[in-house]
Each structure stands twice: as structure tokens, then as C-alpha cells.
């Protein structure tokens, strides 16, 4: 079973940025593919962005295109949420999530946004935009 840990959240003001990191604390030799999904309160969790295990393909949401960006550290299982101009609709938990590529993803390609293709998850790491 493999372990996700998030860093990075707290309190940020409106129009700031703030830098979330997840790692594999297993330090598992496997390359997952690697997601950033949320969660506000009352509302369903949703996808933030995705990437592929190799970090050369990402995707985003629309919400958050244009100001949100996902990396990862080579085909290292430690990937980063770099969050600009946040508003308050931003506030959420988030969450970091990880899945093996499909057999066929030899290039490093294949980027999952669909929560059920996840099976590892994190604890989540609470991001509130407030002045």
C-alpha cells in the first residue's frame, strides 16, 4: 500500500501563491502517473491536474488553467501543485494521488484526471484563501 504525504497548505490572501508537495514515503521504485484533486466544503472532490509518470504531459481543469501548474520530479513519485492567483473559490482540501501508468505508456504520456483511476491517495492538506 503505498503512503502519500502533502505539504505546503495553510492560509493565503487572495491574489497570493502557495506551493503544495507530495511524496511517496515508500519510496517505491515504480514511476506512478500523479494527480491533484480538492474538495470543498458540501461539494464532491474534483480534479485540479494531472501528470503523466515521466512529467512530460499534464492537464488541468478549467478553473484553474493558466494559474495552477503541476510537476514532477523526473519519473520520481514527488510532484508539486504550484498555485498563483488564488481566489476564494480555491479553498478546498487537497488531495495528491497516484496510479501506474498503463502497460502501453512506454513515452510517459498517459495523464489520469478521473478520480476512479486512482487507487493511492493522501491524507489531504487544507488550502484556505481568505484576507
Known amino acids: 500500500q503505498e503512503q502519500l504525504v502533502e505539504s505546503g497548505g495553510g492560509l493565503v490572501e487572495p491574489g497570493g501563491s502557495l506551493r503544495l508537495s507530495c511524496t511517496d514515503s515508500n519510496h517505491t521504485v515504480l514511476s506512478y502517473a500523479m494527480g491533484w484533486f480538492r474538495q470543498a466544503p458540501g461539494k464532491g472532490r474534483e480534479v485540479v491536474a494531472g501528470i503523466s509518470w515521466s512529467g512530460g504531459s499534464t492537464d488541468y481543469a478549467d478553473s484553474v488553467k493558466r494559474r495552477f501548474t503541476i510537476s514532477k520530479v523526473g519519473a520520481t513519485n514527488r510532484v508539486f501543485l504550484q498555485l498563483n492567483n488564488v481566489n476564494p473559490e480555491d479553498t478546498a482540501v487537497y488531495y495528491c494521488?497516484?496510479?501506474?501508468?498503463?502497460?502501453?505508456?512506454?513515452?510517459?504520456?498517459?495523464?489520469?484526471?478521473?478520480?476512479?483511476?486512482?487507487?493511492?491517495w493522501g491524507q489531504g492538506i487544507q488550502v484556505t484563501v481568505s484576507s
Open positions: 494521488a497516484a496510479e501506474t501508468p498503463p502497460p502501453t505508456d512506454g513515452r510517459g504520456s498517459h495523464v489520469y484526471t478521473d478520480l476512479r483511476a486512482y487507487r493511492f
